[in-house]
């Protein structure tokens, strides 16, 4: 039998999640499965699994010592090495986190933070660099996250094991632009509550193919295509599956030259891809974009540019906070009149 306390850092998580970030080879059934048979207890009471743990709260788990270290991953590789299960654990997870160390290092330079709070971190994502890991140890924000934190010394292997800071608002790879964090649990939970309930407004710089009439909202379908990594949108429902999406549109400028608009594009619905699928739905192609986009005009226009003309710009948090960025320079070099930004 083992015992944990909650903190400052896991109030406010469920038992479930709490139990199942310090078992993580355990399936959810299992912890399911001790929890009616009061083999999880909080406070030496019978608990729910959907209980929102408070500080101080002691979590007991009745499993003998050896099903624990085999649920929490201490007994891997037992076969290949005579360290103890402990000392295995530790110099994997040393391994880990230098990983993360080393990647905030590499881009600490190129990753700009807008705004920041105790729980909460905004920062300004460069293009080409993914939201979210792809495979093990590439470079991608939330493994920055992690390592800034780490350097900082605001987090460490004990508390990584429960609470586990994350990239709440993702954008595609070659997207630029604001990324919303959760430092700590009660970040992650106001987040994702935003995000869910959608009181986060989101806001994005976006130049298109065209002169564009687009004013006040569009709707749509949108249907995703995993095995080809792309979406499909329609004016009408899909016969099977498929979202109801909603963008928002304000025109900023336009250059009828070069036959391209600036709009200011709310993400109403945060579906993949959605303003690049629905802008090229409606005929007016994001700049820059080679899966959605124009790439004969693209040519013509942006002479082997390469960018995505795509900016996440304002995020206004439901407290009433507005976080804006820059506008970057790519969209000013395109139209000399952004007065409205």
């Keep these: ?77 037992a076969e290949l090495s005579s360290e103890s299960p402990a000392d295995r654990n530790l110099h ?11 990647i905030y290092r590499d881009l600490k330079d190129r990753i700009p933070v807008i705004s920041e709070d105790r729980d909460i971190i905004v920062f300004d994502k460069p293009a080409g660099l993914l939201s979210q890991s792809a495979v093990y140890g590439d470079e991608n924000l939330n493994s920055f996250l992690i390592g800034l934190l780490l350097e900082r010394g605001e987090t460490g292997p004990e508390l990584l094991r429960t609470v586990r800071p994350a990239v709440m608002s993702r954008l595609d790879r070659n997207t630029t632009g604001l990324v919303l964090c959760g430092k700590t649990i009660s970040g992650e939970q106001y987040l994702a509550r935003a995000l869910r309930d959608r009181s986060l407004k989101k806001y994005y710089l976006a130049a298109v193919h065209g002169i564009t009439r687009l004013s006040g909202s569009e709707e749509a379908w949108l249907l995703k295509d995993r095995k080809e990594n792309r979406v499909r949108v329609s004016g009408k429902p899909f016969k099977t599956g498929g979202y109801r999406i909603s963008t928002g549109f304000e ?58 003309y795509l900016h996440s710009y304002i995020e206004e948090l439901p407290d009433g906070r507005k976080i804006k960025t820059e506008v970057p320079e790519r969209f000013l070099t395109l139209f000399e009149e952004t007065g409205k930004l």
Excluded at 43 to 61: C, F, I, P, Q, W
Excluded at 275 to 287: D, K, N, Q, T, Y
């Design 1 to 77: 039998m083992r015992i944990y306390e909650a903190d400052e850092n896991t109030e406010g998580m469920k038992v479930l999640t709490f139990v199942s970030r310090l078992l993580p080879k355990a399936p959810g059934s299992l912890i399911y499965r001790c929890i009616r048979q009061k083999k999880i207890k909080v406070n030496k009471k019978r608990t729910e699994a959907g209980y929102r743990l408070k500080a101080g709260d002691e979590v007991s788990v009745w499993l003998d010592d050896e099903r624990l270290r085999e649920l929490s991953g201490e007994g891997d590789g």
């Design 92 to 102: 994997d997870s040393e391994e880990e986190y230098g990983l993360y160390v080393r």
């Design 251 to 308: 025109r900023i400028s336009a250059d009828r030259e070069k036959d391209i608009s600036l709009l200011k594009v709310e993400l109403k619905t945060g579906r993949p891809h959605q303003i690049r699928a629905h802008m090229a739905f409606l005929g007016h192609p994001v700049l820059g974009d080679p899966k959605y986009g124009d790439r004969e005009r693209d040519r013509k226009l942006l002479k082997g540019d390469g960018r995505l």
